[in-house]
């Protein structure tokens, strides 16, 4: 009996602690004055802190003073997308806290979320009630979101999310909005424009109807097809809606036809919302700082698009990527993901998963030299055959041939054996310290590159290289500052500093890492070296101390060049071919040609 009472004791003190606490948090917001700022735009900067990537519209912002302003399309399409029970619930919403629970547990991951309308007004109004992606964070914002719906109407609170939800680029409210993408007021917004613009709320930051004109149309269609589950709309009004063309505004294409470096402000997204977390991120209000040098970006893009132009028709191959790092600190300075940006969005140089070929016999070597082995011993050029499958001999060597000669001339058969010599476990241990996070397997074919990886990480590998030895994650984003924190609103840089390359990237393990010693990074740079000056890269050769690897893999798929400079410290990354997998006929020297012109076109003026 005790024993029971102590445990009721126990429990009715966290009980008076949680109402208490209660209590504290309730009397800490005031709800009265409801002229607080929403979800923000994201605005981001290149390195030297004055060139914005995307311009943010700088129009006067309007509101309308009662619901029946705007379109009834609009209230109509903004409840069935993210709210359906708005009218019911109290500002929490139990069944949608429940499913989304549920939903989550089955899949393993955060797949939905529970936030009503009156919980995002809560967290975007309200600076109180943090921006943490935690526990008392989400306590807080019920507790506003409940308080908000004690002192005002369920339309007086829809009409403020109406007027101020932040819909990207730059972009608060509906009004704005409308008049932006469309060239219309909200007011007179169809079924069509109506979902068109709701559609943007789950991602302001990321998605927008211009960027992608399919992705815009289906998820179009799916607020249009809850409006209609939930009768908001007829059936016959649904299929005329869906059947309708999104016509974006000459002034929105414009203004997005503007943007410095696309595929690069499109992955410094990816990486805002790796550092932060997608809750997070998509709120905005924030400056970001990147490592972006607009000049070395711009001769990237000319280059690979006149590479291109030039070269693939001859050998067959459309598409191409590139990514520049500074090899000592990480810092991508330039990333290009495909020849136009406006014709393909998808971003070859981040999301692009191509077999590599010979550039993966790298890790193979490194780590055999880390275990000792000398870059001197010879090895057999003959066939080999390892875990039933047939290699062949030597292609351009015969006898027997040392690690220099052997990788210059990217002889599979020594690679193979060398890899022998260490193991299979031991060369995907070194790839995965260097950085590549994609999936690797434990086979033979893995040495000459048949696990599929990105540009940016290998290339980050090799900055490895080049950094004797230190690895840093490639990164685009130097700093985030939060402008709902400033001290001093006419100057951004008195904003708080939420997340800080230089301050925090270590600590995580994201940067310094000893990931080779400087020995094993030195013969690796010499190996590399042999390469350029008397090997398979020579048509990358500048004289300037250059290293770097060729790879081509079967039937000319995927064309590679890898390479870097010790002074400056640049590394680029370089891969060729055609995004439906089909040969071309060329071969990793039009790969190495590309990297010395535009090389040298990034240098002329250092």
């Known amino acids: 009996m005790r024993g029971i009472r102590y445990s009721l004791y126990g429990t009715g003190g966290i009980i008076a602690l949680f109402l208490l606490w209660l209590g504290i948090e309730w009397s800490k917001v005031s709800v009265a004055n409801l002229s607080g700022g929403v979800t923000g735009p994201v605005v981001v900067y290149a390195s030297d802190r004055q060139t914005i990537l995307r311009p943010v519209p700088n129009n006067t912002h309007r509101e309308f003073s009662s619901l029946d302003d705007f379109s009834p399309h609009l209230p109509k399409a903004l409840i069935a997308s993210e709210d359906s029970r708005y009218y019911w619930h109290l500002g929490v919403d139990p069944i949608g806290i429940l499913r989304a629970l549920l939903i989550n547990y089955q899949k393993q991951e955060i797949r939905q979320g529970a936030s009503t309308i009156t919980q995002q007004l809560a967290r975007s109004l309200f600076p109180q009630v943090g921006r943490q992606n935690t526990a008392g964070r989400k306590l807080r914002e019920i507790l506003v979101a409940l308080k908000l719906e004690t002192f005002y109407s369920k339309d007086d609170l829809l009409l403020l999310y109406l007027n101020r939800v932040y819909l990207g680029v730059g972009l608060s409210g509906f009004e704005d909005t409308a008049q932006f993408y469309f060239d219309k007021s909200a007011k007179d917004l169809t079924i069509a424009e109506a979902a068109t613009l709701v559609s943007i709320l789950p991602a302001p930051n990321n998605f927008n109807p211009v960027k992608n004109r399919d992705t815009a149309t289906r998820l179009r269609d799916r607020v249009i097809e809850r409006m209609k589950m939930f009768g908001m709309i007829t059936t016959e009004e649904a299929e005329a809606a869906k059947r309708s063309r999104i016509q974006i505004s000459r002034k929105a294409r414009t203004a997005f036809s503007k943007t410095i470096a696309p ?178 397997s434990a086979v033979p074919g893995l040495v000459l590159g048949q696990s599929e990886v990105n540009i940016l990480e290998i290339t980050g590998a090799y900055a490895t290289f080049a950094n004797r030895g230190v690895w840093n994650r490639p990164h685009a984003i130097r700093r985030i500052l939060d402008t709902q924190k400033c001290t001093d609103y006419r100057n951004l840089q008195t904003c708080e500093v939420i997340y800080s390359f230089d301050r925090d990237a270590q600590k995580e393990g994201d940067a310094k890492i000893q990931a080779i010693s400087p020995r094993v990074a030195d013969t690796m740079n010499s190996l590399l070296q042999g390469v350029v000056q008397s090997g398979t890269g020579r048509a990358a050769s500048l004289g300037l101390g250059e290293a770097g690897k060729t790879g081509t893999t079967n039937r000319g798929v995927d064309l590679w060049f890898v390479g870097y400079l010790p002074n400056p410290s640049l590394v680029t990354g370089i891969w060729l071919g055609n995004d439906n997998n089909s040969p071309t006929r060329g071969s990793s020297g039009q790969a190495a040609q590309l990297w010395k012109n535009y090389i040298k076109s990034v240098i002329s003026n250092q």
Not at 318 to 342: C, F, K, P, R, W
Not at 385 to 401: A, D, H, V
Request: net charge positive; proline share 2%.
């Open 263 to 440: 595929y690069y402000y499109s992955y410094v997204f990816n990486e805002l919302r790796f550092l932060l977390g997608e809750d997070l991120a998509k709120k905005g209000n924030f400056i970001v700082e990147t490592s972006l040098a607009p000049d070395t970006q711009k001769k990237a893009e000319i280059a690979l698009r006149n590479g291109v132009r030039e070269y693939g028709a001859s050998f067959r191959f459309s598409q191409g990527g590139m990514v520049t790092l500074n090899s000592h600190t990480g810092e991508i300075l330039a990333l290009t993901g495909g020849i136009d940006y406006g014709k393909s969005q998808f971003n070859r140089a981040t999301q692009a998963q191509r077999q590599p070929g010979s550039t993966f016999k790298v890790f193979a070597y490194a780590a055999a030299i880390e275990d000792g082995i000398s870059p001197n011993k010879l090895y057999s050029c003959a066939s080999l055959t390892w875990k039933g499958q047939r290699y062949k001999p030597c292609e351009r060597s015969g006898g027997n041939i040392d690690m220099y000669r052997a990788l210059a001339q990217s002889e599979n058969a020594v690679a193979l054996r060398v890899a022998q010599d260490v193991g299979l476990n031991k060369v995907v241990e070194m790839a995965q310290r260097l950085g590549i996070k994609s999936k690797l």
